[in-house]
């Protein structure tokens, strides 16, 4: 008997490599205006987005606020004249159209789905997510999806957590496990969901006092053998 019966799972840079879709839609989205992205360009926009999310999870903003304002205060900072509305839909119509993984997120994914409910749960833009998803092998693998533009909740507040375990049989909260890369937002909100936790943590950060996860992972590949316990 597996250890836990229900697993949440953090989408964006614990399964699916954001940066490297990101990269790729930001310059395509340059591109189509005229412009070349430069690496400090790449790396203003990277920070200018963190920033934005990091106003998401601490109810400063909101997810379809986000969709625009990280352009314009990207653009502002650039010194560039793009409307950022119109560069906003393009860039999503370009990251949606692909989806690469996390090396041994799918098969990760495989092996735990033969022990445990799993749910997707990503602080995101519903259409975005759910698109990349779709084009993903893993689909069909997942019992739900919560989309924090969808639930009008974000992680780290215990709501989207309650949400997502909502969505499957498991009543038991010592039988669940989140697993993420944000200490923030996956750790920290799993832990006042009072969950276990598992932090992907492939850099070998050091965790913080204030969050401190049950487990920690460097590879995806270890994650069935903490869920079969």
Known sequence: MPRYD???IDLDETLFDFRRAGHEALEASFRAAGLVL???????????NAELWREVE?????VTAL????FRRYFSRLGLAIE??????????????????????????????????IVLITNGISHVQRARINRSPIAHMIR????SEEAGVSKPDPGIFSLAAGCTAC??????????DSLASDIAGGVAFGIDTCWFNPAGSSATDQVRPRYEVRQLADLPAIVRG
């Open 84 to 117: 950022p509305a119109a560069f906003a839909a393009g860039y999503e119509e370009r990251i949606l159209s692909v989806t690469y993984h996390i090396e041994g997120a799918v098969e990760a994914v495989r092996e735990i789905a033969g022990m445990a409910e």
């Open 67 to 70: 969709r625009v304002e990280r």
């Open 171 to 180: 009543t038991d909260r010592s039988r669940m496990l989140m697993i993420g």
């Open 6 to 8: 229900a697993v949440l």
């Open 38 to 48: 430069t690496d400090g360009w790449y790396r203003l926009y990277y920070a200018t």
């Open 144 to 147: 739900a999806v919560v989309v």
């Open 58 to 62: 601490e109810g400063r903003t909101s």
